[in-house]
């Protein structure tokens, strides 16, 4: 599995990263984001869900930007089934991190399962930054933790406060779980494809806004991936059995990744 994954099992060289940092990074990163929770509890009591069915999405849901997908379509008027479909292909994302970390884990199985519900962006960035899987493993359960009860607890009080808050639009909180999910995404866009990618998304998603019905442009806007998939095929030369294999960087000044 070291192999594989390019981990170690302990923290023997002197090098590795110490538990207490971990803990504090994957504490920053719970803290920061869990918060936003009760933006999430806001809209989406304002969009007309009852207080059960909030708590509900943020318990078995639990995936913000889907989260958000799905309340924010029910509040512009969309069709609950488009709505819940934009939802899921945004969640589709979390079953490839699953592949990826359970590599890197290396969790028993009689554990996999609950460890599937915490498999998100925010468990998986803190997850793969670890030098060491010990390290992996400590910083996986405590962004999980932290973040999944700071998550549900923020939302239970943010749809209860709802009512006292008011229009939720004229406050802006509706933005505010998609404003951190970009602030996230955006250090990781570090190749020209990946950033065509997030920009030919964006302006599909945008454009199509005012002409489809709401939760459609979302799924449309999926469409970029390939498309830029394909461009860069037909833009690199056909490669030979022998020839290095591309690492999507070619285009890239030295030194212009992490």
Same mark, same amino acid.
């Given at each position: ?47 007309? *869900?009852?207080?059960?069915?909030? !708590? ?89 933790? !932290? ?54 998304? &964006? ?5 199509? *806004? ?5 939760? &459609?442009? &979302? ?16 833009? *690199? ?22």
């Amino acid at each position: 599995m070291t192999e594989q994954t390019g981990l170690v099992e302990t923290q023997e060289d002197g090098g590795a990263k110490p538990d207490g940092a971990v803990v504090r990074d994957a504490l920053g990163v719970g803290v920061a984001v869990g918060l936003s929770g009760f933006a999430f509890g806001v809209t989406s009591a304002g969009s007309g *869900l009852s207080l059960l069915q909030t !708590c509900a999405l943020s318990l078995l849901v639990f995936t913000g930007a889907s989260q958000f997908a799905l309340v924010g379509a029910l509040a512009a008027g969309g069709n609950p089934f488009t709505a819940a479909a934009g939802a899921f292909f945004l969640g589709v994302r979390n079953a490839f991190y699953g592949l990826r970390l359970s590599q890197v884990l290396a969790l028993p199985r009689a554990v996999r399962p609950f460890a599937a519900q915490w498999v998100i962006d925010e468990t998986t960035a803190v997850t793969l930054a670890q030098p060491t899987r010990r390290a992996a493993r400590i910083g996986f359960t405590v962004t999980g933790l !932290c973040l999944y009860v700071l998550w549900n607890l923020t939302t239970l009080f943010g749809a209860l406060g709802a009512e006292a808050i008011g229009d939720t639009d004229a406050w802006g909180l509706d933005a505010a779980g998609p404003a951190v999910f970009l602030a996230l995404l955006a250090p990781m866009l570090r190749t020209t494809a990946e950033r065509a990618v997030a920009g030919i998304a &964006v302006i599909l998603g945008l454009g199509l *806004l005012p002409v489809l019905p709401a939760g &459609v442009p &979302v799924l449309v806007a999926a469409v970029a991936a390939p498309l830029v998939l394909w461009a860069e095929g037909r833009r *690199l030369p056909a490669r030979g059995p022998g020839d290095p294999p591309d690492d999507g960087r070619g285009d890239e000044q030295e030194g212009g990744g992490r």
